[in-house]
């Protein structure tokens, strides 16, 4: 299997991976672009995106990954919206 099977191999695997946990209903896009991967989305949590980030190094050990997972801001305003 040649390097970038191997590479689309262990994504696939990944995105099996994180389907079958609790992290499958998360809007997170995996991208193979060029020499690296992509993990990209926003999850509900600061523990969903550790859980995230454990299960992506383990799964893609010894790849370059780029993530930019946002943690969405569910708490409610401080201040009321200014319509004009």
């Given at each position: 299997?040649?390097?970038?099977?191997?590479?689309e191999?262990?994504?696939?695997?990944?995105?099996e991976?994180?389907?079958a946990?609790?992290?499958?209903?998360?809007?997170?896009?995996?991208?193979?672009r060029?020499?690296?991967?992509?993990?990209?989305?926003?999850?509900?949590?600061?523990?969903c995106?550790?859980?995230?980030?454990?299960?992506?190094?383990?799964?893609?050990?010894?790849?370059?990954?780029?993530?930019?997972?946002?943690?969405?801001?569910?708490?409610?305003?401080?201040?009321?919206?200014?319509?004009?």
């Amino acid at each position: 299997m040649n390097d970038q099977a191997n590479v689309e191999y262990r994504i696939a695997h990944l995105k099996e991976r994180l389907a079958a946990e609790e992290l499958g209903e998360l809007g997170i896009r995996i991208e193979h672009r060029g020499s690296s991967v992509n993990v990209v989305g926003t999850v509900p949590s600061s523990h969903c995106r550790a859980e995230l980030l454990r299960t992506v190094n383990d799964q893609l050990a010894g790849l370059t990954v780029h993530c930019d997972i946002v943690v969405a801001d569910a708490a409610a305003p401080d201040h009321p919206e200014e319509v004009v």
